[in-house]
């Protein structure tokens, strides 16, 4: 109640349950004591008792939430330093071709005395060629969307044989970092993780904004066979798959008064998500 958040039905029904075992031990002590202050002072030994655990669990999940949060503060910290070496091998080719333009201006304008269409139109296909940044995978000039996508798309290229992607957002997307980082961290990362272990090792990711809606969609191959129940994993292999992950990305969607929708057809995984912003 204090956090305005619902907790894991488990957790409710022990919290109850020690609540219940309270209650019954007063009642036998009630029937069995016939000294009042004996009984009174039983029953307040209880009730702090009960009391004491209800704090204690507050302070975990307090606790919990908080080394959550320094997870991804971390994780967050790597995918900007990330970035900014991006932006270091980017400002680094810049300079070497500002310091070599006048020498590309003389070439090319020698090229087009001669009227040597082709091989200027080759000359700049090769100018252009040396600009491209193998590790600038995503500018869609969102800083935050780019930053985490060129770090997680790269680790994805690293260890799969294919990776599919497109973004289609405007620069001035109105989410935060922090719950970027929620959804689509945990999202590539378990896709990865499954398709790491299929043969194709295959993963796409495509994420557009239209009308005030921010939607997602990332496919992965997958080879585990799981029955899926409004939107949540039956089976028990989720930890070798999305399992892990996904309630925290639920969350994040509820937050948006979005939806997601799960599936797992012909083995390929889909998670499909959209968001009002």
Known sequence: MKNKEKKDMPHESILMFISFIGIAQVIIIDKGVRNRILL?????????????????????????????????????????????????QSEEKVKALRHDMKNHLGELALMAANQNNEEIRKYIHDMGEYMQNQSELISCGNKNLDSLLNYLLGQAKKKLNHVEYEVRVPSDLCISAFDLNVILGNLIENAIEAAEQTKDKWMSVDIYYEKGMLSMEIKNSFQHELDVEKNKLLSTKEEKGHGIGLANVRKMVEKYQGFMDVSNTNQIFTVKIMLYL
């Open 40 to 88: 009174v002072a039983s029953g307040i030994c209880i009730l702090m008792t009960i009391l004491l655990v209800f704090y204690l669990y507050d302070v975990l999940v307090s606790a919990y939430r908080k080394l959550e949060e320094q997870s991804l503060m971390e994780k967050q910290m790597l995918i900007y330093s990330h970035q900014l070496d991006v932006l270091m």
